[in-house]
């Protein structure tokens, strides 16, 4: 499949019921993200509410669809992190590899030196190299990777970390 024409907003509370399908498929079946618990439709609201705007939510809809959804969160909570975030980038299984991810990822970089922030820490498990790989595409670079931080499906998990300065 080509390339998809791809609109980036930043999300509203009618986006969280297809952020959260997109979200607990992930949960329930891959490594790529630690959560084990499936999230309710109030779990994802009530993050989405808690947020402040340096910290945003986008949605990439294709043909008004909503296909992926990505995040900057903060990286730690002490105040001297405050300049310094971490992204989330989920894209539904049947719209991968189409430039969404990418798209996504461009648009928190922009909407990050916006905010004022400094860097950008991108994680992801050893098993899903393309996760590290996208982020290398958009210039982070590799830091480090701690060793079984992670127990998800019966198995310890590696967590590789990237990072882009603004
Ligand atoms: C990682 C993820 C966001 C990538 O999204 P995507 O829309 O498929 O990525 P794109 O099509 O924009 O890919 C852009 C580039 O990243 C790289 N890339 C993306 N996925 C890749 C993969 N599975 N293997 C190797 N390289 C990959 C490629 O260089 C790709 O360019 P190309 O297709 O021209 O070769 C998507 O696989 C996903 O949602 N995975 C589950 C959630 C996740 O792991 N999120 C990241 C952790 S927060």
Known sequence: MGLAHVHIRLATDNDMP???VIY???VA???CTFQVELETENDRLEWLHNRTPAHPVVVALVDGEIIGWAALS????????ARSVEAS????PDGLRRGIGRALLADLIERARAAGHHTIIGGACTEHPGSLALQRVLGFEPVGCFREVGYKFGRWLDVAYMQLLL
């Open 29 to 31: 079946t891959s490594t």
């Open 89 to 92: 980038v989920y894209v539904q």
């Open 24 to 26: 607990n498929h992930y």
């Open 18 to 20: 297809a952020v959260r």
């Open 74 to 81: 903060p990286w730690k909570s002490r105040g001297a992190y």
